[in-house]
């Protein structure tokens, strides 16, 4: 019918009236007569069709028409039915069409339109379009089913014919005859028909006649077809396609469709890759909102595109056999096509149905193995963010920074996505540069490397406008001044050089506009960009040679300014420039020279030069020259002319400027007698060498005054200050050339120094102020020189050269403890830089005050304390400060130690100690028992590390690991930036990775066993020779600071490398495997064929051994952290929180007493505690039952013993602590009561008696809590109570609530205790309200209002309660008076002056104006009420005044 009305409506001449139409009927059937005389015996059907108007001819003429199709019909149907001979006539008509249509030419006439024919003959005029004539005849009802088989029969004879002339299909021309017929007068029968043809037709016809059943079908058959359609697909894959597009386009039932959908999906596996993208569509676009989730799951299991592609390495194989001129046919452009296709299909859905979406991102997040993940997640996130359908972007993102987070993304999966679907990836090219924007932003360091990888990948994969597109959007990051992400950017866009030279070359120009923003950059970031910028423009290649003009003129220009900042920038660009234009060339061929080509040479000399003479006006200058010089030489291989050009020129002029004959006489006048010190070499040379430091020092500060009064002269000045750098550059050169032996240089090791004689710190207070800082000065560059002095020659291996670096590790403790008396008795001072790539070379002015504020609260360097209770930052001088409160006694008793300022606050002044160095701690402890009883005599034979030198370098190696193993929780800057800058001091420590310093801790590990055990040893022998007695007579104060200091230092660098966040990547497994391996191996022999969780086991075991010998709280609560740490690292966590818990409880029950008998008290004791407490509470099994005995033993025992004393049971336990306890026992129960689960309806009788229990338990160590405010009634103790009551109070609201709701009947009893019991408490709650308002206490009356919110909406909740219980007359509300933590009453002017009205109406004593709306009162005297209503009906007012 549609179609009818269709066609002729594109009828364009317009027809004529219906008698134009009669009359040329008329005429045509005369023609017709005229034209066929030999047609004598003529059949019905002919004679019919004459009339009728239809003219039928021979050959490949197509038949003609005259009249309207309708018409037609209308009078053949007429004609039939009038005959005399009906129904019989109709036979005989069929009878007739069929003899017609044997001939195979007249039978295609039939199926192929007639022509309309007008009255005068002339067909060319303007007609329009009419049907076939079978079409036609099957429109008239009683032929229909009699034609319909005729066809029927006839299909066979042409199924194995092919496409005839024309390319016309004559089965397809046969099957088009049925559809969008008006009327099926048997739809049942022809379904039937069609199948059976299907069942023995061939695979074309098949497809052609199964796509034609929903245009050919009524509605009525559809879900019958649709069931065998279902079996067939089971059977014959090859009609998939087809049967999915009939299944497509029929109205199914819902259950039918599921059936279906199910057997497709059972038949994935099985389908042919072309027909897979109809598949999945068929599939997704057949979903309800009901099934989504398990249909989407269950494809994305099924759909394994993997398989689509073929494996690396036949494409490799194809390749090659394609270069050779094979011709060979490959999948690929089909897979890539087929899945296009495929992810066409899911993004169509996704766009819209919003159920999809949501399925996609359910079924993505309940992958919880790293393997089960596939390509088809990574690219259905992108097809998610590309669209944004129902805000999926959001979505996307969130799950790919969770998967990623933890792990189950990994860069394979999305590298084997680049590789294998490149094509398809790069339609979602916006999408990815957004999501690797997110990642790259993202605070949390764990994500930022992934978004990494998908900017590399992008740039690798694909054209050149993308790649543009990354290295634009890398370039935006590095300006952006965020620390992680312009690091992150900088790592990328040098890796690209590295890889991707040829393409980096040409974006080298927006590389190249970074340098208009590095004033946000710090210095190492300035030194990756320019490697990056000289590697590209002067590399060997020289891709980039265009921006070199541009980045000579920077660098000029830089250097020559005036302004120490950009001066920097230029020193440190100039030398990138001379690594890269000076870079050793390997020879490619054996022709080629390898050396530099001579212009090349003279460049980069004249480089070196122009840097030289613009840094000699400046000390700073000139020394950040020679250390990045030195830096440069260390990292990257200088071809041999130039290495030996820098090493030349530096011998020379480091021995012109530093170094002095020992016989020279030294002259001069200097504020100090000069005095040859620290002489090594003493016994052996007459007439070697020595620094000359102090003539030096004393020149400088002279010019600096002759240059404040003169004009500036440009001259070169040596310095002091160059000399650790210079040093540290000529030991470089030395090792470079010599493949690491420095003999040549080896008599610097043991040479002394020029200083004066030390005494004079003793009489620090008489000197002036000049010769004051004069001697700080002194002090500073004596430790310096000695710390690139171990820098140096702590590589080698001579016995003789080892003994020299541990005498220099001595000089520089006892140096500083020199300095620490030198700079109490100095303050203001500003020492000499150390470092001059930071910003402290021109802050140091500013900040001058701010060391000896730091310095008088610190203690000494040497004394331990580096346990923050947060583990992070344990070194920040603020953790140290509080430690004077106990110490100080100690070493005022102790003659050889006297008062000094902390060196914390003067680390940036100190040169960096390299990595090497801690190698040191490979050598065993020296005590102070081997030194007494051996007299110093026998110990130097071997190389031992004394008490104070093993602090030192711990000191140093926890400060590393905690700025390079730390991943700092956000790197984005602070809105004021403060003047302190976290890296400096470890310039060289950035340039290593975190990986390398985490393989170098593992490394050492086995040394720092070894120590940890002799720290334990040298306690427990305290121990034993005291009889168990900490401060025995036997304890030497000193000794025990120290040791107690290494045993702290060396548990936190064993957490620190533990915790490191690399250990869960799974390349780091083996690291993280080797690590436990040697704590395990102290305890069991043959450890390495352990599993990781037996590893962790027994590293568990070996570390609770040393729980008997811990000397302070602070170094508990390492042990108690490590062990916290270590157990996370296995598969089980859970199986180790009962002995972890167990050890916490031992230290909270153990007396704590210093060295000199003192109890361990302070700050610091305070916070170690209360961290303490925290792990204990966090694994113990029940909190609530352990937050009880605390409150049921120890607090009563504290409440009966005497001032100072502490609980029996928990001896850490007394006055000054109680608050830490209930501050970590109030924020613990909190915690624990938002664990338990809500109740629900549905819960048991039994679950529902174990949640009331667990609620009772807690509401019963709340009350306890709550009521010790009136004992311990400070104003902290009052602000804690305040606030985790009404946090509390809500939890219960939220969660406890609801279980009363359906509990109430079935635990009436258990109910009304508990609710007596809350009573109680939010009453006490009130009285505290009370007392915060009468004293004005602001930082307690913040926390009213909300807290009397939270009592308010308990008041109704109790009253919704007993409502849904049928309770409500139970519930009365009234007002509770007001009073003091004590319970006597608050009277207010409006209280005592109230009116008589007010007084009836509430029968009470009223209250103040800002307090009558005290609900939370009320919800004390009105759950009593209900509670004894119901109990005995009506004792309501017993309770109400009861406080």
Known sequence: MMRKKRRSSVDKGGEATTATKAKKSRSTGRQTKEAVPEETNESVFSVFLREAGVTLKQGGTSNSIAVDQVVFQKRIQQRLQKSPRYPGIVQEFITGLEAHIEDAERFRNCLLPCVPQLSDGDTSSVSSFQESLLRMLLGIEILQTSIINTLLEKLPEFMLDGAGDGGLSLPRII?????????????????????????????????????????????????????????????????????????????????????????????????????????????????????????????????????????????????????????????????????????????????????????????????????????????????????????????????????????????????????????????????????????????????????????RLSFTVFDSYCQQEVVGSLVTHVCSGVGGEVDMALELLGGLVTEKPSEMALYAVFVKGILDYMDNLTPQQIRRLFHLLSRLAFGQQQQGSHIQDDMHIVIRKQLSSTVPKYKRIGIIGAVMIVGSMGAFRPKVKESENGSLPQETFRQVTALLELVKSSSESSPEAAALYYDELANLIMSSTLDPQVQENIARSVANDFEHDFVVDLCTEIT????????????????????????????????????????????????????????????????????????????????????????????????????????????????????????????????????EMKMGVMTRLQNITYVQTLLERALAGTPGYVPPVANFDGESTDGAILSSAAPVNKAKKGKKRKAPGKSSSEGSSQLDETTEADETQQEQPEKEKEKEVRQGVSLVSYRQFFRELDLEVLSMLQCGLLSFSLLDSELHTEVRKEVLLGPAELVFLLEDMLRKLEFSLTAAPAKRAPFLKGRTDKSVGFSHLQQRSSKDIASFCVQLLPALCSHLENCHNHFQTLLSENNGVVDGPATDVQEHHLMSSSYQMLLQILNTTFSWSGFSLPGQRGLLKKALGVLAERLKERCSDLTLEQLVKNSFEYLLNFRSTMPNLSTALCLSQLVCTLSEKGGNPAAYREQTASLAKRFLSQDWVTANGEKERGNKFNEALHTLLSIYLEHVDDVLKAVEEITGEGIPELLNASKDESSASYPTLNRQTFLVFYKVMMAELEKAVRKIPPGKVSDSTEAQSEKLLTWNLAVRDFHILVNLVKVFDSRPVLTVCLKYGRLFLESFLKLGMPLLDYSFKRHKEDVQSLLKTIQLSTRQLHHMCGHSKIHQDTSLTNHVPALKKSLELFVYRVKATLTLNNCQEAFWMGNLKNRNLKGEEILSQRSQGSDDEEEEQQQRSPLRQEQSEDEAQESDSEESKKINREEDGDQDDTTDESD
């Open 175 to 455: 099957i088009n005859q049925l559809k969008w017929l008006d009327r099926v007068v048997d739809s049942k029968e022809l379904a039937a028909k069609l199948m059976e043809l299907v069942s023995v037709a061939p695979v074309d016809v098949q497809r052609d006649i199964i796509t034609s059943l929903p245009e050919i079908l009524e509605d009525a058959q559809h879900n019958d077809i649709a069931r065998e359609l279902n079996s067939l697909l089971q059977t014959n894959t090859q009609l998939t396609v087809p049967i999915l597009d009939a299944l497509s386009s029929l109205s199914l039932s819902s259950s039918l469709l599921t059936e279906v959908r199910g057997a497709v999906m059972a038949t994935l596996a099985a389908v042919q890759l072309e027909d897979l993208p109809v598949v999945v569509k068929f599939i997704l676009h057949s979903v309800s909102a009901s099934d989504a989730h398990e249909v989407v799951n269950n494809l994305r299991k099924k759909l394994e595109l993997e398989q689509c592609v073929l494996p690396p390495v036949l494409q490799a194989s194809q390749s090659r056999m394609k270069s050779k001129g094979a011709a060979v046919t490959t999948l690929e452009p089909a897979a890539g096509s087929s899945v296009a296709l495929i992810l066409d299909g899911i993004k169509s859905a996704v766009r819209f149905q919003k159920t999809i979406s949501e399925a996609w991102i359910k079924a993505i997040e309940s992958v919880d193995e790293a393997e089960d993940h596939k390509v088809i997640d990574m690219l259905v996130l992108f097809i998610l963010h590309s669209t944004n359908a129902n805000q999926s972007r959001r979505g996307a993102e969130r799950v790919l920074k969770v998967k990623v987070r933890t792990g189950l993304i990994q860069e394979a999966l999305l590298q084997r996505t680049f590789r294998d679907y490149s094509q398809v990836m790069r339609g979602y090219f916006p999408s990815i540069l957004a999501l690797a924007q997110t990642l790259l932003r993202s605070p949390d360091p764990c994500v930022v490397p992934f978004g990494g990888h998908m900017y």
């Open 668 to 799: 001069g006048s200097f504020p100090f007698p000069a005095r040859v010190m620290y002489d090594l070499d003493a016994e052996e040379s007459r007439g070697g060498i020595t620094i000359n430091l102090l003539p030096l020092l004393a020149k400088d500060i002279q010019n600096k005054g002759e240059q404040q009064s003169q004009t500036k002269k440009a001259n070169k000045r040596v310095s002091p200050l160059c000399l650790s750098p210079f040093f540290r550059l000529l030991r470089l050169c030395e090792e470079k050339q010599h493949q690491g032996d420095l003999d040549d240089i080896s008599g610097l090791l043991g040479c002394p120094l020029i200083l004066t004689d030390m005494d004079v710190v003793e009489k620090i207070e008489s000197l002036s102020k000049a010769e004051r800082e004069f001697l700080c000065s002194l002090l500073f560059h004596t430790i310096n020189w000695f710390r690139e002095v171990i820098n140096a020659f702590c590589r080698q291996k001579e016995t």
